[in-house]
């Protein structure tokens, strides 16, 4: 298996535009987790979805985020419009659902926000 | 929803010397306590996990321990060699009330000295 994949692994944008970040879990996994790493704040949990279903978007900082699981191979965060403070790496994780078992990550997408 | 302290944020060692990354946790529902190391410039992955039934878990030189009357755990690395450099963050989960997704303390950078 390759793995959670992450696409794209570095987008740098103008503020304001809207960014799509891409995310395909390992398959068999159902639950998928969106994660936002900064120095700051460290790994802050956005929102995760169990079976293509959001169960906790308490984390999206505001409404300009947003996600989406259309199927169980495929999610989507988008940030629109975007702003100079989204600026950190973004990571999809996924799991298969269960007790006591280990979230796999993506490999990241690094955002910048000019 | 949870809250994880992760303490310290920097920690420095000789090549040898023994390493303690210390966390605590605010619901006493939580459940499972895995620990993940990452890289510089890649993405965290599993070291060890332990479960709320267990009080002390070895693999190899690191070892957790997890009190759950003080609602605190911790990552014992012994032997400490470069390679053990990187970011460590712990995380905890309530698995029955709050699905599968994990809570992440903000991480504690290890530097491993020859």
């Known amino acids: 298996d390759a793995g959670v994949i992450q696409s794209p692994r570095h987008e740098v944008t103008e503020m304001g535009q809207e960014v799509t970040l891409r995310c395909k879990p390992i398959?068999?996994?159902?639950?998928l987790f969106w994660y936002r790493q900064t120095m700051m704040r460290g790994l802050e949990l956005l929102i995760y979805f169990n079976n293509n279903v959001p169960i906790d978007d308490s984390g999206m900082p505001e409404d300009r985020f947003s996600a989406k699981m259309p199927n169980a191979s495929f999610s989507t965060l988008k940030i629109q419009p975007s702003e100079p403070r989204d600026s950190a790496v973004y990571f999809c994780a996924s799991s298969a659902a269960r007790r006591y078992t280990e979230a796999f990550f993506g490999q990241g997408t690094r955002l910048t926000v000019v | 929803g949870e809250n994880v302290e992760q303490h310290p944020s920097t920690l420095s060692v000789q090549e040898g010397d023994s390493a303690v990354i210390k966390c605590t946790y605010s619901d006493s529902a939580s459940n499972y306590f895995p620990w993940y190391k990452q890289e510089l410039g890649k993405r965290p992955q599993l070291i060890i996990d332990i479960r709320s039934n267990v009080g002390e878990k070895k693999d190899q030189r690191i070892a957790v321990t997890l009190n759950k009357t003080a609602k605190h755990f911790s990552l014992h690395i012994t032997e400490t060699q470069p390679e053990d450099s990187a970011v460590y963050f712990c995380a905890a989960s309530n698995m029955f009330n709050s699905g599968y997704a994990l809570n992440f303390g903000k991480g504690t950078s290890l530097l491993v000295t020859p």
């Open positions: 398959s068999g996994h159902n639950s």
